[in-house]
């Protein structure tokens, strides 16, 4: 069955440790791909997203993801991150044949301590 | 506040009931979502519009579940006979043009069956 996989569903990292949230899909076909994120008690709001060109593609707030068609992966990347990233991060996938429809993952709930 | 807007944000009703939930998409987007989130899951796809036509719907949205969109403006999804399984965050998203384009969600409406 098409899916989308998370690996990590919780992570706890402390101010300026770097991050990589995993993706995987296992669509075959062209994809297009998205990260969005949701702070607490706010609305899901898109990160970034890929549909070709360079598989590296940088989103708001210093976040990155890269593309590996694969390896099926789409894995979600800070540097350095802050307290502010604390929030529920989705990945999320669209298979070209599937009209307008996200598939999404189950979500990687990220807190960042101080 | 210009963003998508979704009425009632909390529901709580007795199985068997009828609901309505009603979505106020980003003026002149032409595309509506409506999505479910369930405790611990990723937004899963339930249909969308296109202006007033529905071009998809998903296995999940069974007899019981119906959505318009008269005029291409706002949606209203209903649920008749709500079940203790429909308990759940219904999201709605808008988008504008191509798929490339982002999907500006909702803050959602959180139904609750007893």
């Known amino acids: 069955a098409q899916s989308v996989s998370q690996h990590n569903h919780h992570v706890i990292l402390s101010e300026a440790a770097s991050l990589e949230l995993g993706c995987n899909y296992s669509?075959?076909?062209?994809?297009?791909l998205f990260w969005y994120v949701q702070y607490p008690g706010q609305h899901l709001q898109l990160l970034l997203k890929?549909?070709?060109?360079?598989?590296l593609v940088k989103g708001i707030k210093g976040f990155e993801a890269e593309f590996i068609k694969s390896k099926f992966s789409f894995n979600l990347r800070k540097p350095s991150v802050q307290w502010s990233d604390t929030a529920e991060y989705f990945c999320?996938?669209?298979?070209?044949?599937?009209?307008?429809?996200?598939?999404f993952g189950k979500g990687t709930s990220l807190l960042v301590t101080p | 506040d210009t963003g998508v807007s979704q009425d009632p944000r909390h529901k709580i009703t007795k199985r068997g009931q009828n609901v309505t939930f009603r979505c106020d998409p980003i003026?002149?987007?032409?595309?509506l979502y409506w999505y479910r989130q369930t405790l611990g899951q990723g937004p899963e796809f339930l249909t969308y519009?296109?202006?007033?036509?529905?071009?998809?719907k998903s296995r999940l949205l069974s007899d019981r579940f119906s959505a318009e969109r008269p005029k291409g403006s706002f949606s209203t999804l209903e649920i008749q006979r709500t079940e203790q399984g429909d308990s759940a965050m219904y999201l709605c998203?808008?988008?504008?043009?191509?798929?490339?384009?982002?999907?500006?969600f909702g803050p959602g409406t959180r139904l609750t069956v007893l």
């Open positions: 998203a808008s988008s504008l043009g191509p798929l490339s384009n982002e999907q500006f």
């Open positions: 669509y075959g076909g062209t994809v297009n």
């Open positions: 890929y549909f070709s060109g360079d598989p």
């Open positions: 999320a996938v669209n298979a070209g044949h599937s009209g307008y429809a996200l598939n």
């Open positions: 003026s002149e987007h032409n595309r």
């Open positions: 519009f296109q202006n007033e036509a529905q071009l998809e």
